[in-house]
């Protein structure tokens, strides 16, 4: 898949509201691919670079607070900082209510180095965010046109979807952040539609010799790389109340994923079966009532696992599906984050409780349904992602077997 278009070497002012402007720099950051957390799988153990954007208000006093944000499958830091379409540049408008938020593109997508697919795993994807956790906190990482760095002394750390099943494991395995958020995830309640596409991609990664290549050339890029269902999927498994305009211009930036991270799921989920209760620090969970692959009750089944946290808040948004930064509910999304975050910068501890995201003008047209989609509820998730992949695989198997 094509990657998103680079930004320039140095930062970018863009004009702000009555709350300032925002401050856009490029960030890197030097990791070692090796795996320290709690989820047992192999990684290659090499140093790459990781990049992406800091994005801060302009102008402002040096931050002391910054949200480092994990995207999903498929996905890329486009996710969280959008710009084709006016209004659903997530980051900038963080920037815009006085947050500093760091958006990357994770080990293996756009514009971060690229290992060979099956030498990445949720394992490594997650110590690789401990380290930058650990570079904020101490100002070693690199940013663009020279500009002196920043130690940051609270740090929360964000993820969608497969990147708040990473952002979890980090949480319980180095125990190093001030506050977790976790959008568009559940480990044990998946839809049907979200086993038969994980089935496919692991199947694929198991039967296809060393996978597809990272960059839609022929040839170019590292093997180890299928994407998490066909690009006619993207709409029905990951948008519902979406801009035209949105999905035309993202759907063609989706990338494909690195089969190390499907090898290492079933191990992931069951590290997050035993050790999420060991998470400790605020947690928000942000789910849609119209996402196709963890619809409802999901929010509230993965909230019920954060039983040591010293508070859980469930914020549902409703007609909204699974890439909720581009949906037209964006802004009940940014704002339910704006919202936990001043709270938690404030000293005090965020308030739990389960809420409901007011529709504004913003939250119009398709209805709080999936429109027909397959959301079908399979409890026990990790056993029926399991059972498809290896009733594929076992299919695939007898076939070649018969050829």
């Not at 192999?42 to 994990?70: E, F, M, N, Q």
């Not at 408008?93 to 990445?120: E, F, N």
């Not at 760095?149 to 099943?165: D, E, I, P, R």
Request: charged share 15%; net charge neutral.
């Amino acid at each position: 898949m094509p990657a998103a278009a680079a930004s320039p070497a140095g930062p970018r002012q863009q004009a702000g509201n009555a709350a300032g402007g925002v401050a856009e720099i490029p960030i890197s950051f030097q990791v070692h691919n090796v795996n320290g957390s709690k989820v047992s799988c192999a990684s290659d153990g090499k140093t790459y670079t990781v990049r992406g954007h800091l994005v801060t208000p302009a102008g402002a006093s040096a931050t002391k607070a910054v949200t480092l944000y994990l995207h999903g499958l498929g996905l890329g830091e486009f996710f969280w900082r959008f710009q084709d379409v006016p209004g659903y540049d997530y980051a900038a408008t963080q920037a815009r209510a006085g947050q500093s938020s760091v958006v990357i593109d994770r080990l293996g997508y756009d514009s971060s180095d690229k290992p060979p697919g099956k030498d990445i795993c949720l394992g490594s994807q997650a110590d690789i965010a401990h380290q930058m956790i650990t570079a904020l906190r101490g100002g070693n990482y690199q940013l663009g046109a020279g500009q002196s760095t920043t130690s940051f002394n609270q740090v929360v750390l964000a993820g969608h979807s497969f990147g708040g099943l990473i952002a979890q494991i980090e949480a319980y395995s180095f125990g190093d952040i001030d506050g977790l958020i976790v959008m568009s995830y559940a480990d044990q309640t998946v839809s049907g539609l979200n086993v038969t596409l994980a089935g496919a991609w692991t199947t694929q990664c198991a039967t296809t010799a060393g996978g597809h290549p990272t960059d839609a050339t022929p040839n170019q890029g590292p093997d180890g790389y299928i994407p998490f269902g066909p690009p006619s999927m993207a709409r029905k498994g990951f948008f519902n109340n979406v801009d035209p305009q949105v999905f035309a211009t993202a759907q063609p930036m989706f990338n494909s994923d690195p089969c190390g991270d499907s090898s290492s799921f079933i191990p992931a989920v069951a590290a997050d079966t035993a050790h999420l209760g060991g998470v400790h620090v605020p947690t928000l969970l942000i789910s849609g009532t119209a996402d196709a692959l963890f619809p409802p009750p999901a929010g509230q089944t993965q909230a019920a696992q954060f039983t040591g946290a010293r508070s859980v808040r469930l914020v549902t948004i409703p007609t909204s599906a699974h890439a909720l930064t581009l949906e037209r509910t964006h802004g009940q999304v940014e704002g339910a984050v704006q919202q936990w975050l001043r709270e938690l910068q404030s000293g005090r501890v965020p308030a739990a409780g389960k809420l409901t995201a007011p529709l504004g003008a913003a939250a119009t047209g398709a209805g709080a349904t999936a429109g027909g989609r397959d959301t079908r509820l399979l409890y026990g998730g990790v056993a029926a992602l399991t059972a498809a992949a290896a009733l594929a695989l076992t299919a695939r198997r007898r076939r070649n077997h018969t050829d």
